[in-house]
C-alpha cells in the first residue's frame, strides 16, 4: 500500500467512523444516564434512514430538509421508546429494560419488513455526486457532506452538553441522578432529552448512510448498531468524546483492514479490535476508572 | 414548619421505617440520632421525596408533598446535604455549585448566592476551577453544604456532615450549621454524632431500628440517662 493509497483509505476510513460515531453517542449518552445499552438504537438509526428515503421519494423533498424530518421523527420516536418500554422498568433489575430493548429492535426490524418488504431499497441520489482531487486523495460530494454534518451535530452537541443548562443538568444526572433530583432537576425529563438527542444524531447517520451506501434495509441497523456500540465501549461507554474518538478509531481500522486483503473479515475487525483494547484498557480509550462508593 | 406522620418505607420486604412521626418548628435545629442503619438516612430521603412511602403523610409549610417528586419539593425550598457529600466528582466547584442553584432563572441573582457562598467558604473560591473530586473530605462537605444553600433553602436536610471528618473540622462544620441556623434557616441534622448533634440542637429525636423511642429537649436528652448509655459512652 503506498501513500496514497493509504491516505485515501484513512480519509474514507474517517467517513465511515463518522457515522458509526454519530451512533455511537447515543449508546454511549444513554448509558452514561441510566446503565442501559439501548439496544434498539441500531434500529432507531434503520428508521431514520427509510424516513429520509420517504422524504425524497414520497414528498420530493431536498436532503437538508429530509435530514432534519428524519432526525425530528426519531427524536419523537426514541423519547416514546423511553416512555413506553424503559421507564415503566426503572426500578427494576437492571436485565428487565435491557430486555425490553431487544423487543423493541426485533418489534421495529419485523415492523420495517412488513411496510417495505425486506429487500435494500436504493437512497434516490439527491446530489449529483462529483469526485474532487485533494492532493494525493480524492473525495466524493457525499464524503464532504458527511464529513460536515457529523462535525456539526458533534460540535453542537459538545456545546450543549458543555454550557447548556440542560446539558449541565445531563452531566449531573449521569453522575448521580438522586443527587441531581436534589438540585431540582427534572431527572425524568433530562432522560427524554437525552433519548432525543441520541435517536436524532442516530438518525443523521441512518440518512448520511443510505446515501453514501445507496441502499437502505430494515436489517442495517443491526451489524451498524452492534458495530457503534463497539465503537462507544472502545472509546469508553459513558464518555462523548470517547464515542467520537471511538467511532473514528473503528471506522480508519475497518476500512485499513478491508485494503490491506482482509476484507473478509470485515465485520469481524471491531470485535477483534474492542477484545484487544479492552484486554489492556478494560474502561475503554477515554473511560473513567469505575468508582465504587462504599 | 416540617411535620411527618407515622410513616411507613419498605425496601422489597424489609421494613426499613416503623412508623416515624416528627416535627420540626421554624427556626430550630432538630436533630435525629440514632445507630447505622436505625433508618435515620432513609427518613430523610423519605421527606426529600427521593423515596416513597408505603403510609403515613409528610407536610412541609402545610402542604402535603408525600409522593411530590424530589425537584418539585426542592422547588418549595427543602432540599439535602445528602450522607457522604454525593458532590458532581468529575466538574469544577463552580459548576457544582451552578446545579445547586438549577431552578433559579435570575443569573445575577444566582452571582450574587455565589459570592455568598465564596464568602463563607474562601477555600472554595480558592479553588473554584478545580473539579470537585480533588477536594479533601472537609472541602467537599462544604462544597456539598455551600450547594444546597445555593436553592436558597427555607429547611436544611443534613445527613451525616460530620462523617469522616477531624474533629477539628467536624467542630467548623457545627458551627457552621449554628451559624446558618442563627440566619434564619430551619435545620434538620441527622448524626451519628450524638453529643455534638445534641449540643447545638434545640429538639431531638433518637431512632432505633425505624422507631422513635425517645424524643424531647435536646439539653434533657445529653442528660438522660438512656442517651448516655448508648450513645455518649456512659
Redesign the interface.
Known sequence: MDASMLSQQILNGITLGATYALIALGYTMVYGIIQLINFAHGEIYMVGAFVGVLMVTVFQQGLLFSLAAAMLACMVMGVTIERIAYRPLRRSTRLAPLISAIGVSIFLQTLMTKIKGPQPVAFPQVINDALYKIGPVEISKVQILILIVASLLMATLHFIVKYVKIGKAMRAASEDYDTAALMGINVNRVISFTFAIGSALAAAGGVLVGLYFNSVSPFMGVSAGLKAFCAAVLGGIGSIPGAMLGGIFLGVAETLGIAGGFDMYKDAIAFTLLIIVLLFRPTGLLGRPIQRKV | MLKVEDVHVYYGAIHAIKGISLEVPQGQIVTLIGANGAGKTSAL?TI???IKPKSGRIFFEGKDITGV???EI??LGL??V?E?R?I????PIY?NL???A??NKNKKEVAQDMEKVYTRFPRLRERKNQLAGSLSGGEQQMLAMG??LM?KPRLLLLDEPSMGLSPILVKEIFSIIKELNEQGTTILLVEQNAKMSLSIAHKGYVVETGRIVLAGDAKELLESPEVKKAYLGG
Open positions: 430521603n426529600c421525596g427521593l417528586p424530589t425537584q426542592v422547588k432540599t439535602q445528602p457522604g454525593r458532581f466528582a468529575n466538574m459548576e451552578e446545579l445547586g438549577f431552578l450547594r444546597a436553592s
